[in-house]
């Protein structure tokens, strides 16, 4: 029909035809136009292939010559595909891509220059978490810690050898896969419990249970060498089966089994409440489980109120660990709280300030940390993580209150001191202990005072964070530069130092204070110092230079340095 409307109005049909010449016209144009470009366009091209190539080689350069971790470089690789995809449309174009590609090789350069920094940074972070997590460990008894430390000494000596991004990431890599292990250690410990108590109670009726002690003592021995946390969660699953399996063929010994789990369900669910955590579906639980323990008649009956226990059990862990975090953290408040409400007085002006505030405001290893941290937390590992830093400011805290009572001599050893070296294990070898309420440092060998200096710890704005760290890293000379703007108050010009030792968290070092006149109690508060800043450092322990001197022969590498 359109057809036929054409031909019989020739005006309107003559009409198109002109459009449609007018159109291909125009379209000749447009072609002609972009295959003027194409052949103007070799030279971009060329440019946009050569120019990632460039980019390639330098991706694969970061990658396997320096090490730098896929993470830091897949922003990068996702933006290259995207140009690579012609992203932009019908308009874009070689020369667009070539200067896309420039830019992203641009911008690798700035990764790489920064990856290593980031990385040690983070890595010493690990390497504290690793160190903390094995004195938490070893303050529980557990005597698999030397193996632990061994590794630690070994990660610390990689930690100060390392110069690429790669060599960080392997130290990294092993902080984070012992720490891991060693949170993985109590709830294993705990289902070897669960396993020696059903052997206990088969072996109070006269039950001959000599295959399933060989399997725990097997089991203990794996516990002991475990390297990782992967073996020990392996592990609780192997004692889960060996229970069951043990079930299965002490028939006349079932009642005392599944008597035997349910007191090891029970203790937790006790546990779990003293946390002041609500447990009234779990004790619902346990009853109904005891119901049907008094029930039971037959193989299959224990069988499953076996597994139901043990299932029980694997869920109540992560309650557990939980609960005792912020239990413990809730202790960590109320005693900051109490450190706060004990005062110093500053020597110089007579003004009061809270004895707790390192605890308190610490940026690095304070309250407000620790609480983020533990928000944070999602697995068993995480809360076991927060759950021992809450516990080492817990110990390092009541350490300090007890020790402000304490009217021994600056220059004598402290019975806090020698608490809690015992405590964190470190009595052999040396050791420097800072008493951040006395402004004095202690050193000790082999749990002997053989020299102590007055020091200057951080002022109340940037406070020496408190804790059980080590000697990770030794220069002597350099020059320390502020991390601060011009404009902060806290930035301070380039300054050479002659002898410094890192400590803590990438950043906070033992070093010689050689512009401050005055060390000792008060130093870290405001007072008048010309060159001093007019109070305590950033965070840093100052000594004299010549104390400063003797410090940096006399401590090695990894040695522990415990600040409360």
């Not at 690429?164 to 990431?169: C, S, T």
């Not at 007055?454 to 990770?472: C, D, H, I, K, N």
């Not at 050689?514 to 950033?538: E, I």
């Amino acid at each position: 029909m359109r057809r036929q409307e054409h031909s019989w109005h020739r005006g309107r049909y003559t009409a198109p035809q002109r459009r449609s010449a007018l159109s291909l016209v125009g379209l000749f144009m447009v072609v002609a136009a972009m295959l003027l470009s194409a052949c103007g366009s070799d030279a971009n091209q060329a440019l946009a292939q050569q120019n990632k190539a460039k980019l390639d080689q330098e991706l694969g350069h970061a990658r396997s010559g320096l090490g730098v971790p896929n993470s830091m470089l897949q922003p990068i690789e996702k933006q290259e595909a995207k140009i690579a995809n012609g992203e932009g449309g019908w308009t874009y174009n070689y020369q667009d891509a070539a200067s896309n590609y420039s830019l992203l090789y641009t911008q690798l350069l700035g990764v790489e220059q920064t990856a290593t920094d980031t990385l040690k940074k983070q890595t010493g972070l690990d390497l504290q978490a690793f160190s903390t997590a094995l004195n938490e460990r070893r303050q529980q008894g557990f005597g698999e810690s030397s193996a632990y430390q061994a590794r630690l000494q070994q990660a610390q000596q990689d930690f100060t050898t390392a110069k690429l991004a790669g060599d960080y990431v392997r130290v990294d890599t092993l902080a984070k896969a012992q720490t891991e292990a060693l949170n993985a250690m109590w709830p294993a410990y705990l289902k070897l419990n669960d396993f020696q108590s059903v052997l206990r109670a088969l072996g109070s009726t006269g039950i001959n249970t000599t295959l399933a002690q060989s399997e725990y003592t097997a089991d203990l021995k794996t516990f002991r060498d475990s390297a990782s946390a992967d073996r020990y969660q392996i592990l609780e699953q192997i004692i889960d089966g060996q229970i069951l399996q043990l079930v299965a063929d002490q028939s006349e010994g079932l009642p005392y089994v599944g008597s035997a789990l349910l007191a090891s369900f029970q203790a937790r669910i006790t546990l779990l409440a003293s946390y002041g955590v609500s447990t009234k579906d779990l004790q619902k639980d346990h009853d109904q489980d005891a119901q049907a323990l008094a029930a039971a008649r037959s193989l299959a009956d224990y069988q499953k109120l076996a597994q139901t226990i043990n299932t029980q059990v694997a869920n109540i862990a992560l309650p557990l660990i939980r609960g005792k975090a912020y239990h413990d953290l809730a202790t960590l408040r109320q005693l900051i709280k109490y450190g706060q409400s004990l005062t110093v007085i500053n020597p110089f002006d007579g003004t009061k300030w809270p004895a707790a505030y390192e605890y308190a405001d610490s940026p690095t290893n304070g309250l407000a940390d620790v609480t983020d941290v533990l928000n944070q937390a999602q697995t068993q590992s995480d809360y076991q993580a927060s759950d021992d830093d809450i516990q080492e400011l817990i110990t390092n805290l009541r350490a300090m209150i007890d020790n402000m009572r304490d009217t021994t001599p600056h220059s004598r050893a402290h019975a806090t001191d020698m608490q809690l070296m015992k405590t964190y294990g470190i009595t052999q070898g040396k050791t420097l202990v800072v008493s951040l309420r006395e402004q004095t440092a202690r050193f000790y060998e082999n749990g002997k005072l053989v020299f102590w200096s007055y020091v200057t710890t951080g002022r109340p704005e940037l406070p020496t964070p408190p804790g059980l760290q080590s000697a990770m890293y030794k220069v002597s000379p350099t020059i320390f530069t502020s991390p601060e703007p011009k404009t902060s108050p806290f930035w301070y010009p380039p300054t050479p130092i002659n002898y410094a030792i890192l400590f803590a968290n990438y950043g906070f070092f033992v070093h010689d204070g050689w512009w401050r006149s005055q060390f000792g109690p008060g130093t870290n508060l405001p007072h008048f110092d010309p060159a001093a800043f007019n109070g305590g450092s950033h965070g840093c322990i100052n000594l004299p230079l010549q104390n400063m001197a003797w410090v940096y022969t006399w401590m090695p590498l990894y040695a522990p340095i415990l600040v409360y």
